[in-house]
Nanobody, 118 residues
Framework: QVQLVESGGGLVQAGGSLRLSCVAS????????MGWYRQTPGKQRELVAT??????NYADSVKGRFTMSSDNAKNTVYLQMNSLKPEDTAVYSC?????????????WGQGTQVTVSS
């Protein structure tokens, strides 16, 4: 089994920063891409950032404020969030496309809550 576990969420004041982590573990042969998504009640899940190889893409709403990075040796991806705004409040989940030696599958973490107070 492959598992993704996010951490680093919490309560922060507007203008503050948080660093989210997502660790992938289990039967991992390779990871093609990883991404961060967020969702608030009553709204559809929104793509925040994705990374594949050395490239990364960000939603317009977070460009210049959020940065995605990774530590491949630890199968860990990070999302550095700076200049946080109340509208960034959401459950943030990571996702990864993983090859387990037999097939490619998409996996999702359980999510971590980020709350930004005004």
């Amino acid at each position: 089994q492959v598992q993704l576990v996010e951490s680093g969420g919490g309560l922060v004041q507007a203008g503050g920063s948080l660093r989210l982590s997502c660790v992938a573990s289990g039967s991992i042969s390779s990871i093609n891409r990883m991404g961060w998504y967020r969702q608030t009640p009553g709204k559809q899940r929104e793509l925040v950032a994705t990374a594949s190889g050395d490239s990364a893409n960000y939603a317009d709403s977070v460009k210049g404020r959020f940065t995605m990075s990774s530590d491949n040796a630890k199968n860990t991806v990070y999302l550095q969030m700076n200049s946080l705004k109340p509208e960034d409040t959401a459950v943030y989940s990571c996702a990864a496309t993983v090859f387990d030696g037999r097939a490619w599958n998409d996996y999702w973490g359980q999510g971590t809550q980020v709350t930004v107070s005004s």
